[in-house]
Each structure stands twice: as C-alpha cells, then as structure tokens.
C-alpha cells in the first residue's frame, strides 16, 4: 500500500486566476448582497438551494425573483426534494406564477413509499449556488433560511446561526454555471427514441454556451487565482475530500477548520492527525449545540482519539455552527461541504478553494474572534470528565451513524 502523504494527494484541482472573491458572513451580510445582484440582472438568475424557507428572508428572496421575472429575466430554482419537502410545491407555486421554471431535485415519495428505504432518498443536493447573469456567482453554506429561525435562546435573544459564504466574479463563475445547467439538463431527461439527434443538440448548445460564459466572466483585474470544487456522484466524487487532505498534507504552519458535521474518514483523520506530528497548529471549531442529537453526539465521540494526537477542540457555544470552511496555511475553502459521510459520500456539494494569503488571513481573522469570545476550549481534562451516560450515548450514535455508512457500500472508509 503506498504511503499517505502529498504525493498520494496531488493538486489536481483545476487553479483560474483572475478572480475577485468576497466573503460574506451570516445572512444579514449574504442576503442583502443576493438580492443587490438579483435586482441588477439582466437576463439570467439560477438558484439552487437545499432548504428554502418561506420566513421573511424567503418571501423578501421570492418577492425579488418576481421583480426580475416582470423585467425579463430569466429564472430558474431548484430545491432538494427532503431539505424543501415541507414548502416545496408552495414555492413551486409562487417561481410558476411569477413566470419562472422550478424543479425538485429527488422529490419525496408519496404514499407507502416513503416508508420503504431507498439508498437513492440519501443522495441529496446540498449545495447552496446562485448564479446571475453568468457573470456573478454565490457560493456557500447558507440556505434560504432567516438567521433567526430555529436557533437557540438562552432568554437574552437568539443569537445568529454561524455560517459564510462567497460572492465571485470572474473565471470560475464559468465553472459554477456548468455544473447549474448540466444538472438542470439532467433532470429534464425523459425516456425518449431519439437519442442520437438529442445528444447533437446537447454538444451544439454546450459549445455556445461555453463561448459565451467566456465573454460574460472573463478574469477581474487584480483577482485571485480560486477554484470550484465539486462532489456528485459521477465525476466529481472525491473532489473536494481529496483537495482537503493534499491541501493538510502540505500544510506547514496552521490549519483552522470550522465544520458545523464533522465525522471525517480514515484519510482525512490520518492527515490531520499526521499535520499535528509534523508540528502544524491544527485547530477544529465544531458544534457546541445539539441541532442534530446523532451527529452531534457522533462527533463528539471522536474527540479523545483527536485530542491524544494533539489536535485541539473549540466549540461554538452562542447558536448552532453551520460553517463549513478552513484556512489552510495561506490558502482558504468556503462552501457547502461538511466532513461527514452525508457530504463526502452522498451529497451534491460545491465549494471555492480561494489561493491567496489576504482572504485566508481574512476568514481565520474571523474565526480567530470566535475562538476568543464565543466558543469554550475542550481540553484532555475536560472531555475526560463525561458522564458514563453521555460517553454511552456518544457511542452509540457514532455506531449508528457507521451502520448507515454501512449502507453505503464505504463502510471501510470510515
């Protein structure tokens, strides 16, 4: 068996130089932003989203789309059919409606088939993408939900979930709109006898459009040289798990991960707990309240074999974390992606790995802040004094949570 290392992990990530990335933090920075560009598009928008809330940060986002669709422009939403069951037909109503086109991306079976299990029911589009006009892009881990809903009050206020993403311009809209419209196309596949001519077509419209994503998101001047990195399960599925360890296989000084599910796999644990042999700082900021009572605990169960090798815990006390992103030595990922089997293996993800020193030493000064006021430091000490029931019932979830990567057919991964 060769050796793990970088050279197991090479940088086969697909670099564009050229482009101008903005971080956006929480909803009260993402939403405002969205709907600026909304309001200024001019002939496209294509959202996808995994869970579409209809609270008043959903209605403001389909009020917006309606304003766009009565200039002309062209829309197009697609939700998961599990994150959106709850509102996925009123939405479907209201895109109809406003003279948009909506599509569900594995809707939830009726009747006596929801009861039967079905592996498929687990592939899931996780991803959070926008793009408009082909020429500005969204890209994170927020869905279309208000900060404010759901969360935790400890009887002083809610406080807002944490979470980030991206606004880009530039070369890799190109890529974030490939993988929109080829999921879009996708899922229009019907079963037809013309295969041949319908397959022509395909080619004929990819190459125009692929001339004019050229013109429309041409590199920004002064940008940065970022990537789009995917997880589906035909190409793209090991893509951003790998890109993560070559990434903390070469690391040298500093890894800060923020993941709202972390259950990682072998590898990814081997290469973090080999960068804290080498020396690297490697610090996790993980979830410090239960949103999900498995995955919590499931992770939680994890920490003494993290601790023994030198890795230090911090976790997020004020709200639920649903970041998912990392500063690695000068270079930075944000996305949708969590290091758990439901990302790594199952969902449809896509993240912007960005390769410059500024916006690294922006987002890790951002969770640098956290680390300092929000979040409490697990130590050796700390964790060792558990209770026999929450070491029980930390157990018991993580085993559950290995049965259903059973499933999977990856059981050996993790």
């Known amino acids: 068996m060769s050796k793990p290392g970088p050279d197991r992990y090479p940088d086969f990530v697909r670099w564009r130089s050229g482009n101008e990335v903005t971080l956006l933090q929480n909803g009260a920075q993402y939403f405002p932003a969205l709907f600026q560009a909304i309001d200024g598009a001019r002939f496209s928008i294509h959202l996808e989203t995994y869970i579409f809330n209809l609270d008043d940060t959903g209605l403001k986002l389909l009020a917006h789309l309606r304003a766009a669709c009565e200039r002309g422009v062209r829309v197009r939403v697609v939700v998961d059919g599990f994150g959106s069951a709850p509102n996925a037909e009123a939405i479907g109503r209201e895109v109809t409606q406003m003279g948009g086109r909506y ?33 500005v892009a969204f890209v994170g881990g927020i869905n279309v939900l208000d ?38 196309m996708r899922m229009a596949w019907r079963h037809r006898s013309d295969w041949a001519a319908f397959y022509k077509r395909v080619r004929r419209w990819r190459r125009r459009r692929d001339v004019a994503l050229v013109q429309r998101s041409g590199p920004v001047p002064g940008g ?23 990434a903390i296989y070469r690391a040298r000084r500093d890894i800060l ?34 949103e999900y009572t498995l995955q919590f605990r499931a992770c939680r169960s994890m920490y003494g074999r993290l601790l023994k090798h030198g890795i230090r815990i911090y976790e997020y006390m004020p709200s639920y974390l649903h970041a998912k992103v990392a500063v690695i030595d000068d270079r930075a990922m944000v996305g949708s992606a969590n290091m758990d089997p439901f990302s790594l293996l199952l969902a449809r993800e896509a993240n912007v790995y960005v390769d410059d020193a500024g916006f690294a030493a922006q987002l890790r000064e951002r969770l640098e802040a956290q680390l300092q006021v929000s979040s409490q430091h697990v130590t050796p000490l700390v964790y060792e004094k558990r209770s026999w029931l929450t070491i029980f019932l930390d157990a018991c979830a993580h085993r559950l949570l290995r049965l259903g990567v059973a499933l999977t057919g990856k059981s050996s991964e993790y």
Do not use: C, M, T
């Not at 006596?112 to 899931?124: D, H, K, T, W």
């Not at 990537?227 to 070559?246: C, H, M, Q």
């Not at 081997?270 to 020396?279: E, F, S, T, V, Y």
């Open 103 to 135: 599509r569900v991306y594995r809707p939830e079976p009726r009747g006596i088939e929801f009861y039967r299990f079905s592996l498929r029911r687990l592939r899931r589009l996780h991803r959070k993408l926008v793009v408009i006009d082909q020429s």
């Open 147 to 184: 900060d404010l809903v759901d969360v935790p009050d400890d009887g002083q206020g809610p406080e807002p979930r944490f979470d980030f993403a991206v606004k880009v311009r530039g070369p890799i809209v190109q890529d974030l709109f490939k993988a929109q419209s080829d999921l879009w």
């Open 224 to 246: 940065v040289r970022a990537a789009a990195l995917f997880r589906d399960n035909v190409r793209f599925r090991k893509a951003i798990e790998s890109a993560y360890i070559g």
């Open 257 to 290: 991960i923020a993941n709202s599910y972390f259950l990682p796999g072998r590898a990814l644990k081997r290469a973090l707990q080999d960068a804290a042999a080498r020396g690297v700082s490697v610090r996790l900021l993980l979830q410090g309240r239960s």
